[in-house]
């Protein structure tokens, strides 16, 4: 189901930015800005993982959705830079197989016996952001550019699924609402109007109030300019 609704908000992007693709810019005259501001959507996959922890940890498939504006300066001595802004819902989070992270809890060297050995499900924890990117971007070629900054994260949901069953582990009260972290990434212009870029952030804060674990994330995206 999840799927499906992805695919329809990923279609809707596509129609909305391409209809209207290229028809806005807003001039900026101001002493301490001046330059052009355009904006559009972004839809991208989400490879996320958790980094840092003790457990052995592995990736889920996620996604994110939202807006962006860039600022372009008009002085000649920064037209190859300029800064993004994004506002997207991201789905993070991660995954490990159970066996796996008891044994690691236990001993590397412990070998499982019986019941425990068998138990190869995953859990897959989802932590669902809404997440602010600020990047400088420096545009090196026509076609390419780089861009790193910081970003900020607020958690608005987390949960659990144990081979296809969501389980309340408490995730709620014990992640953290706030995150702050950093990413950096390329973007190709197969327009002046789209975009594809992927990009990896990691968080400077941990996930979990109770367990040393931070978020990290690769991303595979594509952007649409109003």
Known sequence: MMKKIALVVFCFFIALAVSAQGKYALDVNHKYLDGTLTGGVKVAMNLPHFCFGKLPHGMRNGGQAGLWV???????????????AETVFSSEGGKFTINQALAH??????????????VNQDIIVTENYIKIPVLVRYRFAKYFSAEAGPELGFNVYSKA?????DYDLGLGSRTHWFSAGVGAGATYYLTDYMQFNVRYSIGLTRT??????????VQIGAAFQF
């Open 161 to 165: 699924r144990v081979d296809g069953v």
């Open 70 to 84: 860039e600022y372009k300066p008009r002085a000649e001595k920064f037209r190859n830079w300029s800064i993004l």
């Open 208 to 217: 979990f109030k109770d367990v040393d674990d931070h978020q990290g994330n």
């Open 105 to 118: 809890l236990l001993s590397k060297d412990v070998q499982l016996r019986g019941m425990a050995e068998n």
